[in-house]
């Protein structure tokens, strides 16, 4: 098959609605896999680069952050679908010239569409939007690097540019990067974690002394009951299916509690044995259907029936926990008709459920954004943990508390120093093995960044990849706040509505992407990733850079970096030897052996087939580094979230045919939904009591405190949803959410329970 034209947007009333599907991945996903991927890359291609996705000697997957199978037990075909759908996407044999800058102005891509911009292809040059100009205009690296650099040099304070980092930066790029942010002299390096895990990590630092998950993918297998909450691995981890369907082989008990009754829970057919192809597994043994935000009630529910049925383990208690009395004093105030209203779930169902919970030796709760992304987000995970420390499921085999990251590098750039607090001892051993003093100020994550930029504090925006404007809240503001700035860069491999939105002067300077070979002067480089449960493991690209032109992440940082600190250069031995990292990534990883705890011999460790874990104290050997010395039973008070008269909790959610703001294809095929993104997705009951009907135009109106937002146009669709509930696709919904509307402590956007009415349209 030849490669195809990019396709254009089909209007919205081509969306066909077929019903939620009962069984997912098998034969129907190798093939629209493939299709996708010869439409891109040609077959040889395809074959040629599918081969080396997971492997040992091959390149990490750029979708998610799934874990691999350790070399041993790992298939010839170590992905899924949604991996080649992300793989042809880099892969592409598409470009984007200078051609297509002269022809389509700056104006004009600020108008459309992320699909569009994605289906055009790889970038080729480094281009530059002067101030004033229509077009983005080629121009060469020595030039770009030198304007960035008198840029941030002639800002008031560097704290007037903030740098963002989207999560499939590679951990040596990270550390560079945040090095040199560091240097510059500011700590503003939001993160696009601050929208993901963020709620995550802080519910887990406070309560467990570590912010990153305690399950090994061994710990699945030997697991009696796993609580899948909040996440759709059909769609956006699909290989944890055939990791839960290990698991249930080996006899555990599998519950989905979610609003959706997403379908790559149900029914699964592993395309990876023939067995899988033909009969499947039924996965999930049980959907508790939880109403959107009802999780912390659901979970203190479900402590409260454990500390009533005498089931908690008092010897783990007493050893490793502290604040145990005032948490139990609690829970004896729960009331029960708020928990009732708060998860619309009965009474029976959450003690059936805890039941099975103090029958189980060994529990793993696993999770995503469906509770990351709520107002009482840190709080309803810490009161997971609390249920978990009741009955010390934490620090044994088969048990733990499992947060399922997202980007395929996003927890690696966290432990790289990607973070807006800089904690003290990073702080102290950049300084120890650089020779300069970070600040020490917090700097300003994703939101405080766009308030920045709405404020005029922030005057220059710098990317390490993503797509600021797509995936932040409140696109209006966000894309008004983006606009106005003096300057805006992006280190990108694809086009988006970033690059279209942006400063008054603006650079695109394109970067190698993971398929890619990266050659420096000592030869070709590898980079190291780190997976959703702390492996650390290689990833070298083959392919033929995309255009001669590209550079890598590495060498972008560094060349800047010499730009901005030019007495590094001079070898009076104290600088910064950013060209000699650039030449060699060992050298950047024997400074992370120094600076960051856990990459001792990071070198010969990494080399090993299949990485090595990072230490993980409450996992390893049940220590706990908190504020007390022990696990902390956390006391948060519920508030239940009310919803006015007439209005439903709107969820937005990822379909399968996206990666983030970048989308496939127009399908949600385990949804029912084809050639369309317009849709919302409501109980037939509440649509009934709304007076709607299957079929009809809506505007979404979200309600907040200043004011109401809009998104038009949007077709209804029964489906079922708990009750009140709605759900609808980001990107396009991210207009409704307000920049104000963020989780306590975590400030992470509210995208999962924003309060929005129907507005039936005019008839057309
Ligand atoms: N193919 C593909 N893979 C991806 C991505 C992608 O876009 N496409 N994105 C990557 C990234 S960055 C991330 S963070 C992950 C995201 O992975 P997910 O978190 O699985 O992604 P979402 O689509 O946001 O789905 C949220 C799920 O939580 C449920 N949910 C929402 N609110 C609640 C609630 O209040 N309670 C409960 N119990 N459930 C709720 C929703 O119904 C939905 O099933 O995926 C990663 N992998
Ligand atoms: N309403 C709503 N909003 C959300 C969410 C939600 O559930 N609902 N989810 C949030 C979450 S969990 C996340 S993680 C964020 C994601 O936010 P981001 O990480 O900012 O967004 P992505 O869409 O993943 O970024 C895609 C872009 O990354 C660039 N890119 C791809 N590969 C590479 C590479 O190798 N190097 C470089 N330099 N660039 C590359 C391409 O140019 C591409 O256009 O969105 C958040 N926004
Ligand atoms: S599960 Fe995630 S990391 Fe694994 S192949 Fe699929 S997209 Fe890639
Ligand atoms: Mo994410």
Known sequence: MARRAPREDPTDDAVHVGGPKHSVAGAPAVAKALTMAWEQMGVRRTALTLARVNQD???????????????DHRHRAEFCENGVKAVAEEATLRRVDRKFFAAHPVAELAERSDYWLGQQGRLTEPVHRAPGDTHYRPISWDDAFTLIANRLHSLPSPDAASFYTSGRTSNEAAFLYQLMVRRLGTNNLPDCSNMCHESSGAALSHSIGIGKGSVLLEDLYAADLILVVGQNPGTNHPRMLTALEKAKKAGAHIVNVNPLDEAGLRRFHNPQTPQGMVKGTDLADELVQVRLAGDQALFAALARLTVDAGAVDQAFVSAYCSEYEEYVAQLQ????????????????????????????????????????????????IQEITNLMLLRGNIGKPGAGLCPVRGHSNVQGDRTMGIWEKMPAPFRDALE????????????????DTIRGMRDGRIRAF??????????????????????????????????????????????????????????????PQAVTVEDSMGMVHLSQGRLDPASEQLLSEVAIVTRLAEELFPDDAESSGDGVDWAGMRADYDTVRDHIARVVPGFEDFNTRVRRPGGFPLPHPPRDRREFRTATGKARFAVNPLD???????????????????????????????RGIRAGRRVVFVNRDDLTELGLADGEQVDLVSVWTDGERRAEDFRVVPYPTARGCAAAYFPETNVLVPLDSVAKVSNTPVSKSVVVRLERRAAR
């Open 57 to 71: 000697t091959g390149f990490d997957c750029p979708g998610c952050a799934w874990p691999d199978p350790d070399p």
């Open 333 to 380: 105030a729960l009331d029960w008709d708020e928990v009732l209203a708060a998860t619309g779930l009965e009474r029976d169902q959450i003690e059936g459920l805890a039941r099975r919970y103090c029958e189980s030796e060994r529990v793993i709760v696993c999770w995503a954004m469906g509770l990351t992304q709520h107002r009482d987000a840190v709080a309803t």
């Open 432 to 447: 120890k093995e650089f020779g300069f003093t970070p600040p020490a100020d917090d700097g300003l994550d994703s939101v």
């Open 462 to 523: 710098f990317a390490m990849g993503g797509n600021f404007v797509s995936a932040t809240p409140d696109s209006e503001a966000t894309a008004a706040a983006m606009t106005g700035l003096d300057l805006t860069v992006h280190v990108s491999t694809k086009l988006n509505r970033s690059h279209g939105l942006c400063g008054a002067e603006s650079l695109i300077l394109p970067c190698l992407g993971r398929t890619e070979r990266d050659e420096q002067l000592s030869g």
């Open 640 to 670: 239940v979230l009310t919803v006015p008269p007439g209005h439903l909790l709107l969820q937005t959610v990822r379909s399968h045919d996206q990666f983030n703001t970048t989308i496939y294809g127009l399908d949600d095929r385990y």
